[in-house]
């Protein structure tokens, strides 16, 4: 597994950056340097939250997109 960015490794947090699936053709994009995760939360009937973490940045993402598309998602116990 690849570690995404350094800053996440005091908390404990990797993810593999294994980007995303395109809702509306269904191609696989991001692969190798950026993880999509969904959120719990809706941001209307037809979209949801997500948060986007690049390898290349420090920063965490929040934006929505419509609930057609494929990100992961994070079970925890």
């Known amino acids: 597994a690849i570690v995404l960015n350094e800053k996440f490794n005091s908390s404990?947090?990797?993810?593999v950056p294994a980007g995303f699936r395109n809702g509306l053709d269904g191609i696989s994009k991001s692969k190798g340097y950026k993880a999509y995760f969904w959120t719990s939360t809706p941001s209307s009937e037809k979209?949801?939250?997500y948060r986007?973490?690049?390898s290349t940045s420090h920063g965490i993402g929040r934006l929505h997109i419509?609930?057609?598309?494929?990100f992961s998602v994070r079970c925890i116990k």
């Open 47 to 49: 979209h949801a939250w």
């Open 12 to 15: 404990g947090f990797k993810a």
């Open 66 to 70: 419509a609930k057609s598309s494929g």
């Open 52 to 54: 986007r973490i690049n």
